[in-house]
C-alpha cells in the first residue's frame, strides 16, 4: 500500500521517524511503499529520489537507502 503520510519504522539498530529520515537522506518525504504484514518500507520517494530500502542482514534487522534519482537526466555521466 502507498503512504503518503509518514509512519515510523525501526530496526535494531535505529528508530526512524520523517525528521531522522529526511536528515539522513538530506531531501524531503512525499510517499512510501509498504507491505501487508511488514514493518519497513520497501521504497520512500522524496522530492529528488526514490529511496529502495535494503535488508543488510539476516541475523538482526538492518536496513541501508539507496537513493536513485527520479529524473536521471539531471545526473552527469562521465
Do not use: C
Request: aromatic residues 14%.
Amino acid at each position: 500500500m502507498i503512504l503518503t503520510e509518514w509512519k515510523d519504522f525501526g530496526t535494531d539498530a535505529e528508530f526512524y521517524t520523517q525528521e531522522s529520515f529526511e536528515k539522513h537522506v538530506g531531501d524531503r518525504f512525499q510517499a512510501m511503499s509498504l507491505e501487508d504484514g511488514k514493518d519497513i518500507p520497501n521504497f520512500i520517494w522524496t522530492d529528488q529520489h526514490v529511496v529502495v530500502i535494503k535488508n543488510n542482514t539476516r541475523m538482526f534487522n538492518d536496513v541501508s537507502f539507496i537513493k536513485i534519482p527520479r529524473n536521471p537526466s539531471v545526473m552527469n555521466f562521465v
